[in-house]
């Protein structure tokens, strides 16, 4: 069964640090998304991607902030200078013709020393 | 604006008891609406979801919800808890944009 997979599972990395975390989405799909997760809250939006453009951004995903889809495969996020806020699990997720059902991957969890 | 409340943060069950968890959502416009699973270290596992077809929907693992608009819910039910079941599960609602926005979640906990 098609799956969503990030990379990697577990980034450490230093305040003031770029990071960029990995997502191959589904491989028919059109739509992609990067929700995060802090730890013991709940998940929230960060963005939505389609057609090689943002189509939608929460109040979250500042100028530090940026996605690509760099080649047909890849989805990444960059977060240019990290804070110790940013450290959360971030989940890339998916869907297909449609925006309803969207397809998780196992996240990243990332955490700014 | 859009919002979910899920009621009861723990959920503790028997093993073969009833499972019933509760949504609540706000919405504007008639909702799509969603429940996800997240065992322990693992992502979110899409359980089922309701797009205005069925009020009643069946999902994976034996699950099913009902969407109610008089009461505005959607909770989430078992008949019979296993305890394979004991994850975290979170309601999730999607109007006419494309986020979804979550319910802060319940963790349920199986009991022999």
């Known amino acids: 069964e098609p799956e969503v997979t990030q990379t990697p599972s577990h980034q450490v990395t230093q305040m003031g640090q770029e990071v960029i975390l990995r997502c191959v989405p589904i491989s028919n799909h059109l739509y992609f998304y990067w929700y995060r997760q802090i730890l013991g809250q709940k998940v929230e939006f960060l963005v939505s991607f389609y057609n090689n453009e943002i189509s939608e951004k929460s109040e979250i995903f500042d100028d530090q902030f940026s996605v690509e889809r760099p080649d047909g495969s890849n989805f990444t996020l960059k977060i240019r200078s990290t804070k110790l806020e940013d450290s959360a699990m971030y989940f890339c997720?998916?869907?297909?013709?449609?925006?309803?059902?969207?397809?998780f991957g196992p996240g990243t969890r990332l955490t700014v020393t | 604006a859009q919002s979910v409340t899920q009621l009861g943060s723990h959920v503790s069950v028997s093993e073969g008891a009833l499972v019933l968890l509760r949504c609540n959502y706000s919405?504007?416009?008639?909702?799509?609406l969603f429940w996800y699973v997240q065992y322990p270290n693992q992502g979110l596992q899409l359980l089922l979801k309701?797009?205005?077809?069925?009020?009643l929907v069946k999902g994976i693992n034996g699950f099913e919800a009902e969407f109610k608009k008089s009461e505005t819910s959607f909770h989430l039910t078992k008949p019979s808890a296993h305890m394979s079941d004991a994850a975290e599960y979170f309601c999730?609602?999607?109007?006419?944009?494309?986020?979804?926005?979550f319910g802060t979640g319940t963790r349920l906990q199986v009991f022999p």
């Open positions: 999730a609602v999607r109007e006419n944009t494309d986020k979804l926005i």
């Open positions: 309701y797009t205005s077809a069925a009020t």
């Open positions: 997720a998916s869907s297909g013709q449609g925006p309803y059902e969207q397809y």
């Open positions: 919405s504007s416009v008639p909702p799509y």
